[in-house]
């Protein structure tokens, strides 16, 4: 602990910069607060892809802040998702039919076109708590909790996290824990992995009826205030988990060396299930600098993680909040994402080869880049602080199932 005694001018020009930073961050206007005095802020996400997955997401967070400076904080989302996801198999010259997940029906896509399985529905409920300690003048501790549970999967998850101010508050280290946990009950159950999709009048091999999964990690951070204008944050990012980690609705497409479908197990083609390894290691660094120019906010961070699966992705998320003035700003936002292709990505496989032990054909495991433009406007209405946002999501890969279009529309008021 720093001995010195506390500039405490400095130190609340310090605290009124991070704050404001953290609300510039969230993308909403602070507003004053009297202590036992609830914060509510409510949003409507709407996503949807060009033909393919939609979802409609509200969600509302609650914060209290209490006159020890303690905080509590809750936040419950809802998700509601139709359209069409990609099942993993090769596009092809001739129409291909595939078995639901259930086992009991089929559809079809038409020669040409990406699988798609275009009766994909869902829907999930998320409910978050946290709560903040502080600990004396210089520590403080982030406790979370997580419950969110759809018709096929059900997560739980729990965090801790320390933050130690130092420096004359100039400097934060944290050091953070969680822990996840997965409960996996696919529809139709487990296929057995690398077993062929059979037609839905013969009997598909499962490996039981759920799975689970865990995963744990840690996270090390430094913010440091610069100066008056720039705070720079770093951190380092370490996870490990174990378990089902393959997706029970992707398979592979097995073509001869023409290129074309064999027919196999009653359909017009040879598909095989997905398997992955039952461990992941993953690796973050994350920076970022934010810096208040001439009344605007600009921040600008760079993402590199890495695994042992060979997966390696670059992120670059810029955004200027340019502050028109008291009651309303405007901020474009630009963000570029590059992913390595897993080592054991194929999108198909040669009935001439031996199956390898690992294999799995979702677009989101192969190389693709990603780019999202948009712009959020935020402005004071009724004395409440209000934001829209509207960004356009390109992805594209070395295929055609990775390239997605997406618009993104999001709504939200904090009062």
């Known amino acids: 602990m720093n001995s010195k005694p506390v ?16 609300g510039c961050l969230l993308g909403v206007t602070a507003q004053a607060q009297s202590a036992n005095d609830w914060e509510t802020d ?3 996400l709407i996503y949807n892809e060009t033909d393919r997955v939609s979802a409609f997401e509200p969600a509302i967070s609650l914060k209290k802040t209490y006159e020890d400076d303690s905080v509590l904080g809750f936040k419950l989302i809802y998700d509601a998702l139709t359209g069409a996801s990609h099942n993993g198999a090769a596009e092809s010259d001739d129409v291909q039919t595939f078995t639901r997940p259930s086992g009991k029906g089929s559809y079809e896509t038409a020669a040409g076109d990406v699988p798609l399985d275009d009766t994909f529905r869902d829907s999930r409920g998320s409910f978050s708590v946290n709560y903040e300690q502080p600990i004396g003048r210089f520590n403080k501790m982030i406790y979370g909790g997580n419950i969110s549970a759809e018709h096929d999967f059900t997560s739980m998850s729990g965090s801790a996290t320390y933050l130690h101010d ?18 996996i009950t696919p529809e139709g159950g ?8 059979k037609a839905n009048t013969q009997t598909q091999e499962r490996a039981g009826d759920a799975d689970t999964r865990t995963m744990s990690e840690v996270l090390f951070g430094v913010t440091q205030v610069i100066d008056r204008y720039t705070l720079v944050q770093l951190n380092y990012g370490y996870s490990q988990s174990s ?15 023409n290129g074309d ?20 290691t993953k690796q973050s660094l994350y920076g970022k600098v934010k810096r208040y120019i001439g009344g605007d906010v600009a921040d600008i961070s760079y993402r590199y993680m890495w695994d042992d ?4 992705s670059h992120t670059i998320d810029t955004h200027y909040r340019f502050n028109i003035s008291d009651s309303w700003y405007i901020e474009p936002h630009v963000r570029y994402y590059q992913q390595q292709e897993a080592e054991f990505y194929r999108y198909s496989l040669s009935n001439t080869e031996a199956t390898p032990e690992y294999v799995t054909a979702d677009y989101r495991l192969g190389d693709m880049t990603a780019t999202t433009i948009g712009a959020k406007v935020g402005f004071m209405a009724g004395g409440y602080a209000n934001s829209v946002r509207l960004e356009m999501y390109q992805q594209s890969g070395d295929e055609s199932p990775s390239d997605v279009d997406a618009l993104i529309l999001q709504y939200n008021i904090s009062f």
């Open 190 to 197: 487990i296929p057995v992995a690398l077993s062929e999709m």
């Open 42 to 44: 409510v949003s409507v």
């Open 166 to 183: 130092m420096n004359q508050r100039n400097t934060t280290l944290s050091f953070g824990v969680s822990f996840e946990y997965d409960d």
């Open 261 to 280: 479908l064999v027919a196999a197990n009653g359909l017009n083609g040879t598909y095989i299930y997905e398997n992955r390894p039952d461990s992941r």
């Open 309 to 312: 699966w060979d997966v390696a």
């Open 7 to 22: 500039n405490t001018k400095k130190s609340k020009n310090i605290r009124n910069t991070l704050a404001t930073a953290t």
């Open 243 to 257: 378990g089902y980690h393959s997706d029970p609705y992707k398979i592979v497409s097995v073509l001869d060396n």
